[in-house]
C-alpha cells in the first residue's frame, strides 16, 4: 500500500514537472511582435529605454505590434524565422506570424524612430490607430 501512494506521488511530482518545463522553458511570439534585441551596457538601448519605453505599450503602435525584449545572446522565442543574427543593439525586429518583416537596426532618436517603425508597419500591412 506504501509503495503504491509513493509510485502515485511520484507520478503526480513528474507530471507537474513536466507541465512547469513546458509552461516555463518555452516563449512564443504573438502573430504580431517586434522584438527589441538589447544586451547590457548599450547605452542606446538605455536611452531608448527612457525616452520610448515607458510609453510604448500605450501608443498605438505598441498596441499594434507588442514589445518583447530579448537578449542579444537570447534565450530567443521558438517558432522565428529572422532574415539573418542581429549584430548591432538595440535592433527592432518586426514578426508578423513567426517571420521578419522587417528591422530597424540602433537608435537616432526619438522622432526617427516612430518614423522607421510606423514604416515597418505599413510595409507588413499592419494597421495602427493612428
Do not use: K
Amino acid at each position: 500500500m506504501m509503495r503504491l501512494q509513493i509510485l502515485s506521488l511520484l507520478a503526480t511530482l513528474i507530471a507537474s514537472s513536466v507541465g512547469l518545463a513546458v509552461l516555463a522553458g518555452t516563449s512564443q511570439v504573438a502573430p504580431v511582435q517586434l522584438l527589441m534585441v538589447r544586451q547590457e551596457g548599450c547605452l542606446y538601448c538605455a536611452q531608448w529605454e527612457r525616452e520610448i519605453g515607458p510609453d510604448y505599450g500605450s501608443r498605438a503602435e505598441g498596441v499594434a505590434a507588442p514589445l518583447m525584449r530579448v537578449h542579444l545572446r537570447g534565450p530567443w522565442p521558438d517558432g522565428l524565422a529572422l532574415d539573418s543574427n542581429p549584430g548591432v543593439t538595440p535592433t527592432f525586429i518586426l514578426i508578423r506570424d513567426g517571420l521578419e518583416t522587417g528591422r530597424i537596426e540602433g537608435y537616432a532618436g526619438e522622432a526617427q524612430f516612430w518614423d522607421q517603425l510606423n514604416t515597418l508597419l505599413d510595409r507588413a500591412g499592419i494597421a495602427t490607430a493612428r
